[in-house]
């Protein structure tokens, strides 16, 4: 057996071996370490968008040559030059158009209208699309209504004598002034507490005949709201009002005036509000577009808000999908214009 080598003598004694010397061992040669410059930013590049480096190059510009940047980045002049001149597309443009038009017509209806009515008015003003559209527009602009779920109340358990039913849920009329439908509803204020507004509807035109606003819910409320009505319309003898077993619309004084006018008198059952569906939609839509979205100081203030409300808004401006789109006020100037 010979004798055994280790590495650093068969480093000194080998014939074609070099001598090194252990600093030489430890330091790592050039070559095998950092590597190519510019090997190494090709790997960075890789990971680097040529959008990241057009914005690099567009915040650093007033601190060096853009020409400079662009050689030393590997970025084609023309290139960062062409990134600022695209153009967007006909279908971005018409998005952006349309976009702007649902932000105006969102605005105008304080924010009341949903994609329906929306579409519809976009239809109305010359513009061709989908509602599927529209709903997409209006998720992406933060669009969208502000009604809120109506308030249901706990039914009462009290015994009611049942009256006649003489509308017995048949809402179909052929022209104005042939059935109405009326109820109350409350309207918070902070100073006056609860207030009340009495409503009378005409089924035909959905417009709001006759209201009246008061700090108690007596027969006086509705017995005004009743007269407001006729003294608007002067309906024809025959007329049907419908409304529900209240103490108010089954009061003596009431029933009076009802007789005096020559109107027919309707009730709905006890405990069914589908009888009064129509009226009790109304005030639906008053809560969810007005009053749930409103701090009524006082009972002057309320009574503004619910004049402004229903002249100024429901009758006048608002349109109706159950009347083909239109307003209240434009279907009874339809009508009389032809009678």
Known sequence: MGKRLYPNQFRERGAYTKRVSRDSERKPSVKTGGGNPKK??????????????????????????????????????????????????????????????????????????????????????????????????????????????????????????????????DFSTYTINEKWVADITYIPTVRDGWCYLASVLDLHSKKIVGYSFSRSMTSELVIEALQNACFSQKPQRGLIL??????????????????????????????CPYDNACIESFHAILKKEEVYHTLYTDYRAAKLAMFQFIEGWYNRNRIHSSIGYQTPQAIEDQIRRTA
């Open 40 to 169: 190494g930013y090709g790997h960075i590049r890789e990971k680097v968008t040529e959008a990241e480096l057009n914005h690099f190059i567009e915040e650093h510009k007033d601190q060096y040559p853009v020409q400079k940047m662009c050689e030393v980045l590997a970025v084609p002049r023309s290139s960062y030059y062409d990134s600022f001149e695209k153009t967007k597309s006909k279908r971005e443009q018409e998005n952006q158009e349309l976009t702007k038009e649902i932000q105006r017509i969102h605005l105008e209806s304080k924010a009341r209208y949903g994609a329906p009515k929306i579409h519809k008015t976009l239809l109305n003003n010359g513009f061709c699309l989908s509602l599927k559209r529209v709903q997409r527009l209006m998720r992406k602009a933060g669009v969208r209504s502000i009604t809120q779920e109506k308030y249901r109340p706990f039914p009462s358990k009290e015994k009611v004598v049942q009256l006649d039913n003489l509308l017995k849920r």
């Open 242 to 271: 419908h409304t529900d077993l209240g103490s108010q619309y089954t009061s003596s004084e009431f029933t009076q005036h009802v007789q005096k006018h020559g109107i027919k008198q309707s009730f709905s059952e006890k405990g």
